[in-house]
């Protein structure tokens, strides 16, 4: 079984649907992050948590949002989707000193 | 900030060595990684430099100069299997030390 496991592996929605990506892993880590893919773009940051108290902005945040429900479990939520929020999704976990080590992607397409 | 350069795509022969090269520019410096990515799946660890050097795990070689703002991932024997994208990634040192990713080099192994 993978260590950081995402749900749902691959979606198809509709514009202004609300869609929710989750994440869970068995690593122990405490350091949880969300990332998106896109061609040409790399992977970019899209929120970040640290412990289950703490959440921050990454650098595209706008049109998403996350929730930290334990040490294990890091969500996150696009309240309205939009086409451009058609990518490759990934969870990914660290800790002080280590990688960092992802999920295997959420492939989410926005008609 | 930080800004991150590496070739877009490169092509190399199946046994042959192969070089890619990464430049950096961060207001912080706390680390350096490699990653292997397949087409469609996650991200996987090759290596982490946090001093300057080689450091050498089996085919693959990872080198950095602080000083210089540079790395470079050495791939020796070339194998077909080896035809992904590697990604460079900068951690920062600041208080939450985030791992920012370059767009990574395609890499492309024929006979």
């Known amino acids: 079984d993978a260590d950081v496991t995402q749900t749902p592996r691959n979606r198809i929605t509709k514009t202004g649907k609300r869609i929710m990506l989750e994440c869970s892993q068995t690593k122990g880590h405490d350091r949880m992050y969300w990332y998106r893919q896109d061609p040409g773009l790399g992977l970019r940051l899209i929120y970040y948590s640290f412990d289950v108290k703490d959440i921050n902005k990454g650098e595209i945040s706008d049109g998403y949002s996350v929730s930290r429900q334990a040490q294990a479990k890091f969500s996150l939520s696009l309240e309205s989707a939009i086409p451009n929020q058609t990518a490759l999704y990934f969870c990914?976990?660290?800790?002080?000193?280590?990688?960092?080590?992802f999920g295997e992607g959420s492939r989410l397409t926005v008609l | 900030g930080q800004n991150i350069d590496q070739p877009t795509e490169m092509t190399a022969t199946e046994g042959a060595i192969v070089q890619i090269n990464c430049t950096y520019q961060t207001s912080g410096f706390n680390g350096l990684f490699w990653y292997q990515q397949h087409a469609g799946e996650a991200p996987t660890f090759l290596s982490y430099?946090?001093?300057?050097g080689l450091e050498e795990k089996g085919r693959f070689s990872s080198f950095l100069s602080r000083s210089k703002g540079y790395s470079y991932l050495l791939l020796k024997e070339l194998q077909m299997k080896d035809s992904a994208s590697y990604l460079c990634a900068v951690k920062n040192s600041g208080g939450y030390q985030k791992v920012t990713f370059g767009i990574g080099t395609k890499l492309q192994v024929i006979p």
């Open positions: 990914a976990t660290s800790e002080p000193g280590t990688g960092v080590f």
């Open positions: 430099n946090v001093l300057d």
